[in-house]
């Protein structure tokens, strides 16, 4: 019964791009509409714009004590955006998002076209796909943690001892990435699997009976029919993905602390030791405002080039 | 059109995926002795004195129940926000309507790092620190535009006559929109407040901030097990197998609804 549901509702979605652009036409103007927004703007406004405010204040102040603190102006923006440590953690957390987006994305919708389709074997699978995303992120952390050990962890050890390979995260600065990178992979490659299973559900059934009959490839019917189809859900993954990636805090923390020396320590790593660990409150605010400024241009970079292109 | 070994692959997958985490249930049940003693892959010796220890140190269940009590109702109180909001999106157009969508989506792309300060300062000085309430409450912040961006998609598949057909009969639009409306997005309702448990509940930067003794989530606890002793990998795998629990079960609940979901009702 309520998998016939899921499957109405995903062949009633094909149609409706089109469905979208016709009611927005019709939409009546309204603004009184204003009036249901507001409860959304005033949590948000707690929530987000009066915290913003307030690092855009401790970002033009030199803050000694509460009552002792002289302005600075935009000094903490210069210094920051020159400091050699902020630049490295800035390229290594644009590495590592880069890294994950190449593998995450094509592993994702591979992961997805072999996913099952009917039957039982669909609840199972949806299940145990989405399970590592349901797990608090520190305690992804903590089972690779476990995991990755050379002494006590499955992985480290076969590494170290079937294949015979010197594996050590906590000393050696290229296994402490691979163990992070391979993490995010286990972690959130789901995520891209879910979206592009239900991009690849709604596909209506006679576009592959066509192909069927034109004796069309596995790979022609991916490439010409699936593909094409999944544009919308994956902007979506590549954004999601970007995002998350590029603040990733918790996972590298509790495995790696940012080390060994500064080989895993991302910009939040960095940003959080600045702000909660030295409570420099002047240098955090500015180190926030043009960290925040930087996921949402990139992010705004992606979205225009992936809702333009194909157009 | 299906390829002949797309199933195995598949499974092979879905195996590589479980590896860890069974490994991790297997440190669960073992003895502290054995785990660091020597490398076995099957446990030598059976025992369920980590968890033991999980449910009789007063420490470990309370921070447990608090991520539990804080999450349900920073899924409910993200709900009651969103719902009108969103159906004001889906519905109406109104003045700085586009601008304004966007910007609540700009708050699902803040680092969390961001706003530790000032939440560390805010909700002291309001007395919300160390609340449950404010944990729910600092939790809207990526929890309410997720949930409106979710449920818009959602009701945009709605058609617009329905609310048209009603207003005819003599609906009023609060009366409509509990009576009618709300009953035919159910399964929307479900979607989004799994998301927002699911993102409250794997939450820890924010959390951990503005909580001390009275809210601490279980998964701040679980960074403190260093002790004398070393590192505890009994307990904070019993710790870890327990917090896979309840999303476990949330999932079962929308399993057919969770590719949906994921995609914000836009496939």
């Known amino acids: ?311 | 059109m299906r390829l002949p070994w797309a199933r195995t692959v598949f499974w092979l997958y879905a195996a590589t995926l479980m590896l860890p985490l069974l490994w991790m249930f297997g440190m669960s049940i073992r003895p502290n002795e054995d785990i660091l003693g020597s490398f076995s892959l099957i446990p030598q010796r059976v025992t369920l004195e980590n968890y033991e220890t999980f449910f009789t140190n007063d420490v470990w269940y309370s921070s447990y129940l608090n991520s539990i009590l804080y999450t349900s109702m920073n899924a409910v109180m993200s709900l009651i926000v969103a719902l009108p909001a969103a159906y004001a999106f889906s519905r109406f157009r109104f003045a700085g309507d586009k601008h304004l969508f966007f910007w609540l989506l700009t708050n699902r792309m803040a680092p969390p790092a961001v706003f530790l300060l000032p939440f560390f300062q805010i909700y002291q000085s309001v007395g919300l620190f160390d609340t449950h309430l404010g944990v729910a409450i600092a939790h809207m912040l990526f929890n309410v535009p997720l949930a409106v961006w979710i449920l818009e998609g959602f009701m945009s598949g709605i058609p617009r006559e329905i609310d048209e057909t009603a207003a005819i009969d003599g609906y009023s639009l609060p009366r409509f929109f509990i009576r009618i409306f709300l009953p035919m997005i159910r399964s929307a309702i479900g979607v989004t407040a799994f998301f927002c448990f699911m993102f409250s509940w794997v939450e820890l930067l924010i959390a951990r901030t503005i909580t001390s003794v009275d809210a601490k989530p279980i998964a701040a606890t679980m960074t403190r097990t260093v002790s004398a002793a070393g590192v505890d990998w009994g307990l904070l795998a019993a710790a870890g197998v327990l917090t896979i629990i309840p999303g476990a079960i949330v999932i079962w609940f929308v399993r057919n609804y969770i590719a949906k979901g994921f995609s914000m009702g836009r496939v």
């Open chain 1, 1 to 311: 019964m309520t998998s016939q549901l899921a499957e109405d509702a995903g062949a009633e979605t094909s149609p409706r791009e089109e469905a979208r652009g016709r009611q927005a036409d019709l939409k009546p103007k309204n603004n009184r509409a204003w009036f249901l927004v507001l409860p959304v703007v005033v949590s948000v406004a707690f929530t987000a714009v009066i915290p913003l405010m307030t690092v855009v204040n401790f970002s033009v102040q030199d803050i000694f004590t509460p009552t002792d603190r002289i302005f600075v102006g935009l000094d903490w923006f210069r210094s920051i955006s020159r400091d050699p440590e902020v630049r490295a953690a800035f390229l290594r957390t644009l590495l590592f998002s880069a890294q994950v987006l190449l593998v995450e994305i094509p592993l994702g919708v591979a992961i997805a076209v072999c996913m099952p389709r009917r039957g039982v074997s669909v609840s199972v699978a949806l299940v145990v796909v989405a399970l590592p995303l349901l797990i608090p992120w520190n305690v992804v952390g903590t089972i690779w943690q476990i995991f990755a050990r050379g002494d006590i962890g499955l992985g480290g050890w076969t590494i170290n001892n079937v294949l015979g390979i010197g594996f050590n995260y906590t000393l050696d600065s290229t296994d402490a990435w691979i163990t992070v990178l391979l993490m995010d992979v286990w972690h959130w490659t789901p995520l891209v699997a879910l979206l592009a299973y239900a991009g690849l559900r709604s596909i209506p059934d006679p576009y592959f009976q066509a192909a069927q009959i034109d004796a069309a490839s596995a790979w022609a019917t991916f490439r010409h029919i699936q593909l094409p189809r999944l544009r919308g859900v994956l902007t979506i993954a590549v954004l999601l993905r970007f995002m998350d990636s590029f603040m990733i805090y918790t996972e590298p923390f509790v495995v790696t602390g940012g080390g060994p020396g500064n080989a895993t320590s991302f910009l939040s790593i960095l940003l959080s030791k600045i702000a909660v660990g030295q409570f420099d409150l002047g240098p955090a605010g500015a180190f926030s405002l043009l960290y925040f400024l930087i996921v949402q241009i990139i992010s705004y970079v992606f979205f225009t080039v992936l809702t333009r292109s194909g157009r």
